[in-house]
């Protein structure tokens, strides 16, 4: 997986507000800074949209709020990037009391 589906997964992770969608476009602004606009919404449609832990509605792309999305999200991001467990699980809400080590 590339750093740019990394920050669109965290970049999800951060903003999601009980589930709610965010935007395409919106998300794509959040990832790219000085980025190319045109190659992030490619790797949203091509990468990151085959996670089986995002979803996107008619209204945006989110991470659903349950258990299950949480840790397949946390499990993820603890293996695709350098975040530490303790910002992980500060981030994603619905993760169970022994994450990483009890699930």
Do not use: C
């Not at 970049?11 to 606009?37: C, F, I, N, T, Y």
């Not at 509605?57 to 467990?85: C, F, K, M």
Request: hydrophobic share 40%.
């Amino acid at each position: 997986m590339s750093d740019q589906v990394a920050k669109f997964v965290w970049k999800l992770a951060r903003r999601h507000s009980w589930g709610s969608p965010v935007p395409d476009e919106q998300l794509v602004r959040l990832v790219a800074g000085s980025g190319d606009h045109d190659e992030l919404k490619r790797v949203l449609e091509d990468e990151v949209l085959e996670l089986p832990f995002v979803v996107r509605s008619r209204d945006g792309v989110y991470i659903p709020n349950g258990q299950g999305a949480h840790i397949e999200a946390a499990d993820w991001l603890r293996a695709q990037t350098e975040l530490d467990d303790l910002t992980i699980k500060a981030t994603l809400s619905r993760l169970p009391e022994g994450w990483p080590d009890n699930t």
